[in-house]
């Protein structure tokens, strides 16, 4: 194969020398390789205009297309969405109907030399705030004993994205945040958990709050009132009662219960206990008093373990007991650790002269161990035309004295039921003649006695011997 070289693309040819396999801006013959896309969930403001990104380079430029939940997606004929000059970008502008465009994309990249694929995009809208959250509805008033456990619930909108919730009280003279103890608190679910009710915790309108970090934007929902019966003088909360209540739980319920993390998410462990007087929770997992390491975070009173990265030592059984001069209560929770697919080792793009040999690696590690699937420009490479001298054998695609057929961009995908990875890689055959790059017949001055460089550029596949 003959490549012409431009004078303006030598000084990038030149970087390549002796780094053949870094793919460089101005080769001459280049498949494209994406170099930018949007996030496989990709949230946007439906208000707006909703982008969705993907950039590629190779040469020649290369020219893009989309797949939208699994078919072609015709962009020129939907006249709320544009592509970008030069890219794959999209620009959807839906005012009335921006419902319609969640779904799942995904972009290629195309040049006489191949295929690179962007991974799926599923694009999602913010919840709309424009509409209340919380129907506003007449909420009754919560009737309650004294010394008994009360639940008010939140149920957030789930977002996405996901709230962050508080409550408020306006049994003072203005609203308040609930002041959070080890008898009333917060759960996990945005739900606000009494242990046991006090007098002083009636006539407060209650109100659940919840933040969405996009705009900063807060709904309340509509107050509760929480009323108490009438003073009983064998109410459980008199301090001189002989009555108390043994403990029981709130969240979890029963005696078991079971989660599923997966690796590097955040795991959050809860109990929260009903009962008179206040419970006192405690941990232990796997039968052994908690070891709480820097990695955990215990808060809410005890009453929760934070772990903001999980990792597979933080399989197995948490048992949280409630405990107070009554009785206790146990419930353990079973921890199974999972992992989506990792990489330990990506395929990198390689620029091969003809009958050189070549490998392209994908490795990849997840529980369970993901499964290595191969791609030949987007096509699955059982059915590609078959070439003998490539070879699929597990996490690698080896290549025995390639020619210019062998020219594509290869896909791995790295799954398990938890994600999957998705690599490109080009095996890029090139022949190109030694040569030497820069100026001819330069005139060096120097000064006697100083150090003096005599640089020499030069390019070739296979990569010259360079002799003085
Ligand atoms: C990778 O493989 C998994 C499992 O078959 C699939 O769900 C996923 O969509 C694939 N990813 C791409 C980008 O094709
Ligand atoms: C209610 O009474 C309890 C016990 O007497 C006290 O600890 C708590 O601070 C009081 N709460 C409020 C909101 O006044």
Request: with cysteine; hydrophobic share 35%; glycine share 6%.
């Amino acid at each position: 194969m003959g490549t012409l070289v431009k004078p303006a693309l030598l000084l990038l040819l030149w970087q390549s020398v002796g780094a053949l396999n870094v793919p460089l801006e101005g080769e001459p013959i280049q498949p494209p390789t994406i170099i930018k896309q949007s996030l496989k969930e990709h949230i946007v403001d439906p208000k707006g205009t909703m982008v969705i990104e993907c950039e590629a380079k190779g040469n020649p430029h290369p020219i893009f297309s989309w797949r939208r939940n699994g078919k072609y997606f015709n962009v020129a004929r939907d006249s709320q969405v544009s592509m970008r000059r030069r890219s794959g970008t999209l620009d959807i502008y839906a005012r009335n109907n921006p419902e319609k465009y969640e779904a799942e994309y995904q972009c290629i990249a195309s040049n006489e030399y191949g295929s690179a694929y962007s991974h799926k995009i599923i694009l999602q809208l913010y919840s709309k705030f424009g509409t209340p959250v919380w129907p506003r509805e007449i909420v009754e008033p919560v009737v309650v004993s004294a010394g008994l456990p009360l639940v008010l619930s939140c149920d957030p909108p789930p977002g996405p994205p996901k709230p962050e919730t508080y409550w408020m009280s306006s049994s003072f003279p203005t609203m308040q945040p609930v002041r959070q103890d080890r008898r009333v608190s917060m759960g996990v679910n945005g739900d606000l958990y009494f242990s046991n009710v006090l007098f002083n915790d009636s006539a407060a309108d209650y109100c659940c709050n919840a933040r969405f970090p996009f705009k900063n934007v807060i709904q309340q929902k509509m107050p509760v009132v929480v009323k108490l019966h009438p003073f009983n003088p064998k109410s459980l909360s008199l301090p001189s009662s002989p009555f108390g209540a043994a403990p029981t739980w709130l969240s979890p319920t029963g005696s078991s219960s079971s989660m599923l993390v997966l690796q590097g998410e955040e795991l959050l462990l809860e109990c929260i206990a009903a009962g008179m007087p206040t419970p006192h929770i405690s941990w232990t997992k796997d039968g052994e008093d908690l070891q709480v390491t820097s990695r955990m975070k215990v808060k809410n009173f005890n009453k929760m373990i934070q772990i903001p990265k999980a990792s597979f030592e933080d399989a197995g059984d948490y048992t949280c007991t409630a405990t107070n001069k009554i009785g206790y209560t146990e419930h353990t929770i079973t921890v199974r650790v999972k992992a989506a697919p990792f990489w330990l080792e990506k395929p990198t793009n390689l620029i091969l002269a003809p009958e050189e040999n070549g490998r392209l690696v994908c490795r990849a590690d997840g529980a369970p161990r993901p499964t290595i699937s191969w791609f030949i420009n987007g096509e699955p490479i059982e059915t590609a035309t078959a070439q003998p001298n490539r070879q699929v054998s597990g996490e690698t695609l080896i290549f025995r004295g390639v020619t210019t057929e062998n020219t594509a961009v290869y896909q791995c995908n790295a799954s398990n039921q938890y994600g999957y990875l998705l690599a490109n890689a080009f095996i890029n055959v090139l022949h190109a003649t030694p040569r030497i790059l820069g100026p001819r017949n330069e005139f060096f001055k120097v000064t006697e006695g100083s150090r003096t460089f005599f640089d020499c550029q030069y390019f070739g596949s296979p990569v010259p011997e360079l002799r003085w």
